[in-house]
């Protein structure tokens, strides 16, 4: 029985601090705020330690938020799940994407398939030293098995989409971590967002079976053909724990969406991005997908650890005037933006054992035009 | 009559100053060194005023071939033209495509259409005052058609791809100028190299027809409905006038080769790339091109102008990290490395003039599997 | 007659969003929020065109001081302002400089010297068209007279420092122009930051008789021998109009402050630091400076636009990695760093007209340990 | 008895493969090419792995010198020890110096002091397996001993900066390293450049008794307490050995010049480098330094380790869009050149355990006006 339905809308932003495209969206009574679990967004910093267009982007968000949910604005987000990847690199365009549920009465009939759905999590506070190692992994892990529950999700082949945010590690925290006697993978503030970017997408993958249990602290950052095809984890210096966000098609949803996904064997992999957009019924660069309109595209995008792409050299790690999650996601959001024909795509960098070395997951959610939509 | 023979070869490239994959052809005799005419290549800098990765492959390039041309290094480039691009953004990767021009005694039979040719040309020694002005739209005409000439291209639709190598502007010229009495363009040295890329670029246009004559001074980086569909113009420190080398098909060419293009009307133009890879009766993405094997794609980038792609907000001009010119490199390099099924392609920044805006020329030239081969 | 009293307070941030340590001192009754008039802060974006922690951290203090001052979060830029410089490159520490004052009854007997005093006044809006050209020089000398006045001070002399916030052109704006048929100065962002600076300098000079009126569009960035020994003037995207703000010594005033300057010739001038150190009784990197303590220094920086220091090169105009302007910050911060003792001061960038080519004004604000103090 | 004489000189240079003011110094007589013992040089590329504008320089200089030394381009290295920092930031100028040495017959007389000295020793080459730990460092330590000898110091207290260049790991050496079945320090090349020069730095401190012997891998870039008051070290793509140039003041020589140093504290000691001038009969900012000149600074900065200088928070650690190595020149190289009077100083970034964390050893050269000159 369908008892709840989902809903999804894109809003571009003008700014980290831009929440007049959404309020306008509330006022008009296309988005019900109180309906609101989720906003995924692609703000415009650098992507990398000292991005704070995430932080203020939340900021904004939450204040903006608040009267409408009726909570003071610095308890907006135990409410709302807020997961900004900072970097729009290239054609990339900064929006967000807001997620709604609310449980309905009678479901509109007709509904053949498995509709989008949408489900949440959190892990509890990490220590310092615990980031990037198996603790993470562990309640990661956990996490990602109540969030299914919570979206109505049974099978791990419905989940097409799982959007972790996670913490790094700050000069502070490195110090605290000392201070008792331990250290932390890294001291590095850079680098530590990729271990628990790492970390985070192995849970998803031991959750969802992708992987045997038993990972090991050592295997993080080293052992890449171990990885979640569908995992989307992002470090911000903003929180310190996991907020796990669960994306994919229930039988108990009654939404008019629907999100499929492949998986990216490279960063220039442009069949895999066709095969994600034809698993939601679109045909890449056409405009004749009747009855079907691409809602948004996730995708996650690195580059590939051993230095080559195809054969041929890339220069992205050893670039020291630019990150390489940035040359990263520039490219691939080139590449998805071309298929897509927008660039208003969430493409996020630091694919860690999300996918393959060099590759990473790429999802579509699709708007389907059912009669009784 | 079929007179002379052009050839190409991609090289991959370890670094600015590695010759080896070059000397080693020419060990092998895969490449006569006397007839190398050209030398286009993608080198790892940020493509920007002071990327010094540019002269240092040139220095490299001429010290490795002075002594198979029997010339001194400093006069190696008197003889062969070099274009190094900088920037290899997100999936690019660094190489070197060589061309090579013999005159042939008998050409093959059976060759039906017409075959790549080369020609180049040189103008004079520029001012600085001279430069992004009218002065190097007209020298560069005149440049444009003598490189055709030279190539036994007699028709201008029979032209795909002129490559201008351009000067810019550095604190040393712009004080010249001033102590002359005279103004340059601009005293920024990254903005010169836009004006000088966007003379250059309307000096093509002219000289094929594709804009009328009587171009001004103002209108250099202000009426952007001018351009030329095959121009790519690169600035760089290194020298102070403009090399012209003229790509096409000719009748007196009994080449292997042929190329092709098509104009990308913005950065996500997937469209245009499959038409340009189709040109020359390739299908994007596909390995069953039976008989027909690509050779490189060179192509220009740039982020649009007006700050949007398909009405999308982009980013790249106004972030002061980095450069617009690498974003844009990034992202249509990632789309083509796509497309293609390589980073190792020929794409180049600063499209000013150089195909509409925010969009650029895309140019492919592929191997023929001639029985006469 | 004495009859106002003016506070600084600096107070080190955790981050552009920290307003911990203001609200503790408003808590603890060391600030009085109702009294402060001005807050000048640097924050740690890029200090370019997408530098977003300008705004985030207004909008925080806007957040924070809105139930203190009794007005909407929106409203409080209104009556106080709020000047953000971005960039804190090498040892530059990010922190805020609280200005207050407040009438007073009765003056502190024995008080000899004329004390630290604080005005503000506000330019109309500026058309984008405006920036940079004399529209802009006009107006904020008018605003500088204005906030001279609101200051009680009556001589040039007096001034010390004048502190200007201006606008920026963004696509946007330059678009806008576009559409009512006028050209702005400049069509890049960035290159519009200088423009608009260089305007407002020149400003500041003429209302202080430094030089003569009758400046033209044409001086801008090019007259670079007109100059203002007291401006400093920092660009945002946040605001289209000019705000002021003058510093000087007032014997209005019964301020525990006093505040000297000095000029800068070049970026490496140590003399001009130990000089505007020495002017309010300070020694530089002494710490036996009984009964004076250096609250902060102001300063401005940039890169020599003729691209030497002393007969030496520097390189900071030609890097497409690093703006100037964060190179010259970092470099000047380093210098005035060591010369007093902290990072924690105030070194803003782009100086064009603001003190000789490659120089800048620099100010100290001292407290004097008056017996009534 | 004094048997050698060595000469310094500082040539300013125009871009990395300028050799111009050399050549034109061995045509005047001014230099012996043959007498060429070592040349340090400042070149201006980001000083990061992809910085090419060291090998570049080192090339355009084994170019030029080859005929004069009557070797091969790619032999000179074999003779001459080249030293290139990358990185030019802030008021830094981008010069090289020369350090020549060579026997006497007879010596000066009249000399009462020790004269500066120079002496070299390279280690063997490193796997990559072996970068950033002990074997590096006692390697390293045996070389500076060795190199002392060649210097003709007894005495520790006697050398003044140890210089020495090291290598770094790439993708391809961390690949070699994994095939062999070994783990490398770390699998970031930019990392890699910190472990490199802090274990260099460890040998330095070993061989002159600094610290005891028995540091183990883990201590490197972990107990920052341990360091060399004089070690220099930087990492370059361009060698996989390490070549150790010690500098002093020795009985045996009758060299015009004198060398001394003291220690930096922190980035912003300015008493540190004070002292260093003293150290050789300086004073800072002042020309009345009657018979004796100044011919170069050399320094080493770094990033303060623990986020602070002086107690107020720095940003350069944790910021993805600059490394923290070419801040920390930026400021240091502000310092110095202010108290100096000129930015062609040599200050190289990434100081690991080279002087106490945050801080790095600061010697100058002068020239000695003596009568038997």
């Known amino acids: 029985m369908r008892t709840t339905s989902v809903g999804v809308v894109r809003i571009p932003t003008k700014g ?57 604005p610095h308890r907006v987000e135990q409410r709302i799940a807020f997961v900004m990847s900072g ?26 398939d498995k509709r989008l759905s949408i489900g949440m ?79 985070s997408a192995l849970g998803v993958a031991v959750a969802l079976g992708e992987i045997e249990e038993g990972i090991r602290d050592q295997d993080v950052l080293r052992r890449f053909e171990l990885f979640s095809k569908v995992a989307s984890t992002s470090a911000g210096i903003e929180l310190i724990h996991n907020v796990v966000i669960v994306l994919g098609n229930s039988a108990s949803s009654a939404s008019p969406f629907e999100i499929g996904h492949a998986v990216m064997h490279d960063a220039i992999d442009a069949a895999a991005v066709i095969e994600a957009l034809a698993s939601v019924g679109l045909k890449a660069g056409s405009t004749a997908n009747t009855g079907r309109e691409l809602v948004n595209i996730f995708a996650k995008a ?33 590449l998805i933006g071309g298929l897509a024909g927008s660039g208003a795509v969430y493409v996020s960098g630091g694919a860690e054992h999300q996918g393959p070395p060099g590759g990473g997951p790429v999802a579509a959610i699709v708007r389907v035009a059912d009669d009784s939509d």
């Not at 051993?306 to 999650?325: K, P, Q, W």
């Not at 040359?327 to 080139?334: I, L, M, N």
Request: charged content about 20%; overall charge negative.
């Open 87 to 112: 970097g729009t690199e290239g054609v990339l365009s900064p929006h967000i994407t807001v997620f709604t549920r609310k449980s309905i009465a009678q479901a509109p009939a007709g509904l053949a």
């Open 302 to 334: 690195e580059a590939s650890p051993n230095g080559n792409v195809r054969g041929f050299r890339h220069t992205m790690l050893e670039d020291t005037d630019i990150s390489a999650t940035r040359h990263a996601r520039a490219a691939v959001g080139g």
């Open 16 to 72: 980290p601090g831009d929440v007049a495209g959404l309020l306008g969206m509330i006022e008009q009574g296309e988005i019900d705020p109180k309906a609101i679990l989720a906003i995924l967004g692609k703000t415009e910093g650098n992507g990398g330690v000292n991005d704070f267009t995430r932080e203020y982007a939340v900021a904004a968000l939450c204040t903006a938020l608040a009267p409408h949910v009726g909570l003071e």
């Open 121 to 199: 999590a959190q892990t509890r506070d990490f220590l310092p030293e615990e980031l990037g190692r198996s603790a993470q992994i562990e309640e990661t892990a956990k996490a990602v098995v109540s969030a299914m529950a919570d979206a109505g999700i049974t099978e791990p082949k419905d989940v097409h989409f799982v959007q972790i945010k996670c913490p790094l590690l700050t000069s502070d925290r490195v110090e605290a971590a000392s201070a008792r006697g331990n250290t932390t993978v890294t001291t590095s503030a850079y680098s530590s967002m990729a271990y628990s970017r790492g970390a």
